[in-house]
C-alpha cells in the first residue's frame, strides 16, 4: 500500500517528509472509503449485486493482507 | 491556530517553534483544541454522557417489561426506546469511548507528539454532538423517532417518518467522524512511531487499533451507501428496497450486515486491545504469544468480512450458503480462543494482584468467553432459526459488548486515569463499581437465556404470564447495575478534582509502555522529541 511512510519506520523524518507522507497515506485511506461508499452504490444500481458483493468482499480481504502484510515486515 | 493556512498536520513545528507549553482556558480550549489528549478527553465525557442516556432509555425498556401488560409507555415509543438504546450504545457510546483512548493513549504508547491531522482530529469530535442532537431530537418530531430496530430495516424504514430522515443524517454525520478518525489513527501509528518501534513491537493496544481502523474504513461507506439508498427510495422515487416499486428489503440485511458484523469487532478489538495491557501488568508477565496475538486479532478482522450471514439465517438461503456462513462463524472461535489461552496462559504463575482494572479484565474475560460459547450456539443454523429474534440473542449480544467492551473500558479507565488525572482512583470505589456491575449485569442477562431458549421475542412490550418471573428478575438486575455506574461517576469525579494519592509516573509495577515513562499527569505536550525504543 502507497500507505507506507516515505520516513523510515522506527526513523522520525524531518517534518516536510513527514506531513507528506502523513498526507499520502490520507489520501490511499480516503479514496478506499470512496470506493466502498460508491461501489456499494453502484453494484445495486449494475443490477448484479452478486458480482458487486464478491468485488467489494475480495477487495478487503486483499487490501487488508496486503496492508498488514507490507508493514510486518518492517 | 486559525492563522496556520493548513491543516495542522503534526510534525509542524509550530508549538516547538515557540517553545510554548499554554493553551487556551476555559470552554474554547476544547472547542479549539488540537490536543489528542484534549479531544481524548472530550470524546471519554461524550461517550460517558451518550452511556447515561442510553442507559436510561434501557431502564425504561426494563421498567415496562417488568411485568406484563402495557404500564407505562405506549408500545410505538417502546420500539424507539429500543432502536435509539441501540443506536446510542453502538454509535454514541461504545465507538466514541474507543476513539477517546485511542487518542489518549495512541500518541503516548507509541512515543508520537500527537496525532497525525490534528484540526482533523478535533473536526471528528465536533460532528458527533449535532449527531447525538439529531438522534435524540428525533423523539420530538412527527412521527416520533424510528422505531424498526437499530438495524433498519425495510420495509418499516422506508414506511417511517421524518424521525427515520434524522436517524439516517445522523448515521452519515457519525460515519463521516469515523472515517475521519480512523484515517488519523491509521497515519499516526503507520508514520509517527518512535525510532526502534517496529510494528511487532507496538503495545497490542494499538495493533487492534490498527486493525479496527482498517475495519472502519472498509464497512462506515457501506452504511452510509445503504442508508443513502434508503434516504433516496424514501425521498427520492427509487427502489432500491421498496417492494412495492421492484427493489429487494433482504438486500438491505444483506447489504447493512456487511457492515452491521465487522461493526460487533470494531467494538471488541480495542477492549481486546486494553485487557492484553491490562493482564500482562497485573499479572507481572510479558504477554503470553505476543506475535499469535496480532495474527489472531487479523484473522478475526479478516473473517469478520465472511459471516455477515449468520445474521440472516432465518431470511431464506441456499443449503449451501447456510452451511458457508455456519462453517466460517465457527471458524472465528479459533483466533477468539488463542486470545482466550493467551490471556490464561499469562496470567498462569504470574505474581498477580487484584486492583479494579485486573478485577475488571477477568470480569472481561470470564463473561466475554461466555457471550462467545452463545455465539457459537446461535452460529449452528438449525439452532438459530430457533432462537432468532428471541431474548437469547439479547443475551449473548449483551454478554459481548457489555461484559466484553464496556468492562474492558471500565478497565482501561481505571488503568490509565492516574496517567490522565495524575490521581490514583478510590480502590474502595472501584471495587465496589466492579462487583456491584459483574453482578447485578448476570442477574440482569443471565435470565434472557432462559426466556429466549423459552421463546420470548425480543422488542415486544408485552409478553405472556409465562415469562414473568424471569422478567422481574432482570428488570431488578437492570436497575442495580445502572445505580452501579453511578460509582464510577462518583470515583471519576474524584480523580478530576484531585480527591486521593498523588500518582507517581509508574503506578502499575508491572506497566512497561510508552505512557509510563512520562510523569502523572502526562504533560500537555509530550514526546516532541521522539524516544528511542530499543
Known sequence: ?74 | MSTIPHDHVAGDDHASEHGHDHHPSGIMRYVLTTNHKDIGTMYLMFSLTMFFVGGCFALTIRAELFEPGLQIVHPEFFNSLTTLHGLIMIFGAIMPAAVGFANWQIPMMIGAPDMAFARMNNWSFWLLPPAAIMLIGSFFVPGGAAAGGWTLYPPLSVQAGMGMDLTIFAIHIMGASSIMGSINIITTILNMRAPGMTMMKLPLFVWTWLITAYLLIAVMPVLAGSVTMLLTDRHFGTSFFNAAGGGDPVLFQHVFWFFGHPEVYIMILPAFGIVSEIIPTFARKPLFGYASMVYAVSSIAILSFIVWAHHMFTVGMPAAGLLFFMYATMLIAVPTGVKVFNWLATMWRGSMTFETPMLFAIGFLFLFTMGGFTGLVLALTPIDIQLQDTYYVVAHFHYVLVAGSLFAFFGGAYYWLPKWTGTMYDETLGKWHFWGSMIFFNITFFPMHFLGVAGMPRRIPDYAQQFADWNMVASIGAFGFGLSQLIFVWALIKCIRGDGAKAPAKPWEGADTLEWTLPSPAPYHTFETPPVVK
Open chain 1, 1 to 74: 500500500m502507497p500507505a507506507a511512510p516515505s520516513p523510515k519506520p522506527g526513523h522520525r523524518a524531518d517534518d516536510a517528509q513527514l506531513r507528506s507522507a502523513n498526507v499520502r497515506t490520507a489520501i490511499v485511506l480516503v479514496s478506499i472509503a470512496a470506493v466502498f461508499f460508491v461501489g456499494i452504490l453502484v453494484a445495486k444500481l449494475v443490477g448484479d449485486t452478486s458480482t458487486g458483493m464478491t468485488v467489494l468482499g475480495a477487495a478487503v480481504l486483499l487490501f487488508l493482507v496486503v496492508a498488514i502484510g507490507r508493514n510486518l515486515r518492517k
